[in-house]
């Protein structure tokens, strides 16, 4: 059994604690919160008992083995890094850390005191995702890839009234290429490794937040392309091209469909019946890694991979955070 505590009591939170019951080595027991009221209000249905208002006492505190951090994005490093030095195991919300000085200075931690850190990029714990490595091997020489996540923000129709929610402001590390961006870029990178070259173009709001973005990212033998938006829909699935056939894909952050088409016409039709919050796979991936049964180390590399691609895009998009500052 691995007792948990957690940082960040907001719906993100609500969706991965709605999927541990089925998990057995899953345990909640301690939550931290500015507010200990709310700590206790959020964590008491779970079965959590032990509630925190102080960050240092937390951190301090043996009433939990491992934490999942879902603070603002810009909290992630200091946060992170105080739970590994006091040798809790860290399942944190992607992305990981604003920058790769961070993200780096992170896994470091970790490594120094012998713990766990993993970012909690759903998709890619997902059986569906496996399928899709899969058969690419059919696909021949791959020589395109287009990768796109394109979510209308509720948040957004309160952005247009006014209200700046943390989704749409920048010194918090947000905006559209870290909310969403990033799950086009991680599985890209996981799957194909690190560009030789990264091309990048964004479109902003009144208050410097990036809205939606293109990202191009060159390969040897071949091209990525990463779209990506807060502020629209799109219904065109993510696709990866080979010589030898094309490869469509439902939502790749959740994947429901896989179509393969042959040169020669033939079509092949993969349907998962997902259910709708796929954050289970990330946490038994994650319990297995601190039992020792796992090893994060391909994890990390798409990572700090995915960080390095994402810095350098914010670098041709103009994108700066507070957190790019800090020493």
Request: a negative charge; proline letters at 3%.
């Amino acid at each position: 059994m691995i007792r948990f505590g957690i940082i960040g009591t907001n719906f993100v939170t609500e969706w991965l604690l709605s999927i541990t019951t089925g998990i057995r080595d899953f345990q909640l027991t301690a939550v931290y919160s500015r507010d200990k009221k709310r700590a206790e209000a959020f964590g008491t249905p779970y079965g959590a008992t032990h509630f925190f208002d102080d960050l240092e006492e937390f951190a301090n505190s043996d009433t939990f083995d491992a934490v999942y951090i879902a603070s603002p994005n810009c909290c992630h490093y200091e946060q992170t890094m105080l739970m590994l030095q006091h040798k809790k195991h860290v399942l944190c919300e992607k992305p990981l850390a604003s920058n790769v000085k961070e993200a780096s200075r992170m896994f470091d931690c970790a490594r120094e005191n012998n713990v766990v850190l993993l970012e909690a990029m759903r998709s890619v714990f997902a059986p569906e995702f496996m399928k899709i490595r899969s058969y690419m091997k059919k696909l021949g020489t791959i020589r395109r890839v287009s990768f796109c996540y394109n979510q209308y923000s509720r948040r957004y129709n309160n952005y247009k009234k006014g209200i700046i929610e943390n989704a749409f402001r920048p010194e918090l590390s947000n905006g559209a290429l870290m909310d969403l961006g990033c799950y086009c870029i991680y599985p890209m990178v996981f799957l194909f490794g690190l560009p030789s070259d990264v091309q990048g173009v964004s479109t902003f709001l009144d208050n410097g937040v990036d809205a939606a973005g293109t990202v191009l990212l060159q390969y040897d033998h071949m091209i990525g392309e990463v779209h990506y938006s807060k502020v629209n829909y799109s219904a065109l699935p993510s696709e990866i091209q080979g010589e030898e056939a094309s490869m469509l894909i439902t939502e790749i952050a959740s994947t429901k469909d896989i179509t393969v088409r042959y040169n020669n016409g033939f079509k092949e039709v993969v349907h998962f019946d997902q259910q709708d919050n796929n954050m289970e796979y990330e946490v038994r991936a994650f319990i297995a890694m601190v039992k020792g049964e796992k090893s994060p180390y391909v994890y990390e590399k798409a990572s700090m991979n995915a960080a390095t691609v994402m810095e350098e895009a914010r670098k041709k998009m103009r994108i700066h955070f507070p957190a790019d500052d800090r020493e």
